[in-house]
């Protein structure tokens, strides 16, 4: 029988569609096993984050207890963190990818738009997880009072639909070797004589229990969003201008 481990679940929905007898149903927070499985064991092989495993055997590698130490550690699983844990485990290193919320790609956190250009250096864009192509856009932003509109035609860009988007991109990690770990929150970053060594986490499943653990780390990539939290413990300036940022 199926084993659903709901800590680790993020209820992308992968497991739902290579199911071959419709043995799973997902709910927005909730996956149940029904009597018209088969063991085949597609649904296991296809979690990014290790949440599922046939009962009496042991799970898989990405379904291990957090380990103490990696070669990188990357805190969010948005695009930025998901990219980034994916081409650090194609080059052979060991990586564990956080995300502090239990569904990757939700709730979105912008307008989801994104030039053509920056895109395609990263992934051949894919019809499944394009909303909509557009050739023009306008932000508005407020400060002191007074509103500011900025205005870019002419060029190629698409709207994202995240849900898809993010997971995508956090199951090609996977698939290159990184751990994937939701519902796992970064508390604070781990300092030795001045260089960041690791970072401090909180999560309810690891070693037999709920805690906090610090996970030693050659690199720590804050991909946190616009909070950049992660930045701010470490000492760094996270102000970012705003020609660097997408809409």
Request: charged share 20%; glycine share 12%; net charge negative.
């Amino acid at each position: 029988m199926v084993i659903v481990d709901s800590i680790r679940c993020c209820y992308c929905g992968g497991c739902v569609s290579v199911c071959p007898t419709d043995a799973l149903t997902l709910a927005e927070t909730h996956l149940t096993v029904n009597e018209n499985r088969t063991d085949c064991e597609n649904c296991v092989f296809a979690c990014p984050v290790g949440a599922l495993h046939l009962e009496g055997k042991a799970e898989t590698a990405r379904g291990e207890t957090i380990k103490r130490r990696y070669d990188v550690v990357v805190v969010g699983a948005g695009p930025g963190g998901s990219t980034a844990a994916h081409v650090a485990a194609q080059a052979g290193l060991s990586v564990l990818l956080l995300e502090k919320r239990q569904e990757i790609g939700s709730p979105v956190r912008c307008a989801e738009g994104v030039g053509h250009n920056q895109l395609a250096q990263f992934i051949e864009p894919d019809p499944k997880w394009i909303a909509a192509e557009i050739n023009q856009l306008e932000i508005t932003g407020r400060a002191n009072g007074a509103a500011q509109t900025w205005h870019a035609g002419g060029g190629r860009g698409y709207i994202l639909e995240r849900r898809i988007f993010d997971r995508v991109l956090a199951e090609r990690a996977a698939r290159a070797g990184a751990e994937v770990c939701v519902k796992t929150s970064v508390t604070g970053v781990v300092i030795e004589n001045g260089r960041v060594r690791g970072v401090k986490i909180r999560r309810g499943d690891f070693l037999g229990g709920a805690g906090e653990m610090e996970i030693e780390s050659q690199i720590v990539i804050a991909a946190d969003g616009v909070e950049a939290q992660v930045g701010r413990w470490a000492g760094l300036d996270t102000q970012l201008p705003l020609n660097d940022t997408m809409a």
